[in-house]
């Protein structure tokens, strides 16, 4: 089982940037890949983006691609969400999960270890 603990939520104007981590531990780190999902008041968590074990496959929700990278540090056992312009409307719980994977295959199925969450407002 993994266990990861989310950071780095917080309010922003719009337009401005926030960074998320996320912090994996248990399972070894670089043998799953790694997704982030958000869910805003009164509306179904939805996904936002994932990362390969390697880092080298990326998906991005159509909402959020020029806008927001996702990175990973397998020495560190943590994964980044870079959020860059960001509009009123991302405005969400954001949650970071372990793949039971070590691909991104664009199954949100396969991410089966989720965090607690991290809020993130972002103000008109």
Same mark, same amino acid.
């Given at each position: 089982?993994?266990? %990861? =603990?989310?950071?780095?939520?917080? $309010?922003?104007?719009?337009?401005?940037? $926030?960074? $998320?981590?996320?912090?994996?531990?248990?399972?070894? /780190?670089?043998?799953?890949? *790694?997704?982030? /999902?958000?869910?805003?008041?009164? @509306?179904?968590?939805? /996904? %936002?983006?994932? +990362?390969?074990?390697?880092?080298?496959?990326?998906?991005?929700?159509?909402? %959020? @691609?020029?806008?927001?990278? +996702?990175?990973?540090?397998?020495? @560190?056992?943590? =994964?980044?969400?870079? *959020?860059?312009?960001?509009?009123?409307?991302?405005?969400? =719980?954001?949650?970071?999960?372990?793949?039971?994977?070590?691909?991104?295959?664009?199954?949100?199925?396969? /991410?089966?270890?989720?965090?607690?969450?991290?809020?993130?407002?972002?103000?008109?």
């Amino acid at each position: 089982q993994v266990q %990861v =603990v989310e950071s780095g939520g917080g $309010l922003v104007q719009a337009g401005g940037s $926030l960074r $998320l981590s996320c912090a994996a531990s248990g399972r070894t /780190f670089v043998h799953y890949a *790694m997704g982030w /999902f958000r869910q805003a008041p009164g @509306k179904e968590r939805e /996904f %936002v983006s994932a +990362i390969s074990w390697s880092g080298g496959t990326t998906g991005y929700a159509d909402s %959020v @691609k020029g806008r927001f990278t +996702i990175s990973r540090d397998n020495a @560190k056992n943590t =994964v980044y969400l870079q *959020m860059n312009s960001l509009k009123p409307e991302d405005t969400a =719980v954001y949650y970071c999960a372990a793949s039971s994977r070590t691909t991104y295959t664009g199954r949100n199925a396969d /991410f089966n270890s989720w965090g607690q969450g991290t809020q993130v407002t972002v103000s008109a």
